[in-house]
């Protein structure tokens, strides 16, 4: 069974910075490209990182240069620093394969950001 769970979300003030972490199973990680995606109220879900199995890494042009994306295959993990944090980065946030075969998804992290 597919699964994940991000945490790191919360509150925080424009310019703040948050670290997600996302924790995945029930497929074969080391050979999958993943990716954070996010999803703003009364907006679609939307790609916003994504991270290859050698660690080759593309940007949302919203996001580049200020968040970056990890991922540790030993453990499962893809981590999603966010710096120099915008109002329009509140969002849920949630991890999944980039490309994938199931329609399962984790419950996500909320950021959101005001002063």
């Known amino acids: 069974q597919v699964d994940f769970v991000e945490y790191g979300g919360g509150l925080v003030q424009p310019g703040g910075s948050l670290t997600l972490s996302c924790e995945a199973s029930g497929f074969d990680f080391n050979k999958r490209i993943m990716g954070w995606y996010r999803q703003a109220p009364g907006k679609e879900r939307e790609l916003v990182a994504d991270?290859?199995?050698?660690?080759?890494?593309r940007y949302d042009d919203s996001v580049k240069g200020r968040f970056t994306i990890s991922r540790d295959n030993d453990k499962n993990m893809v981590y999603l620093q966010m710096n120099s944090i915008k109002s329009e980065d509140t969002a849920v946030y949630y991890c999944n394969a980039v490309i994938r075969t199931w329609r399962d998804w984790g419950q996500g992290t909320q950021v959101t950001v005001s002063s």
């Open positions: 991270i290859g199995t050698a660690g080759g890494t």
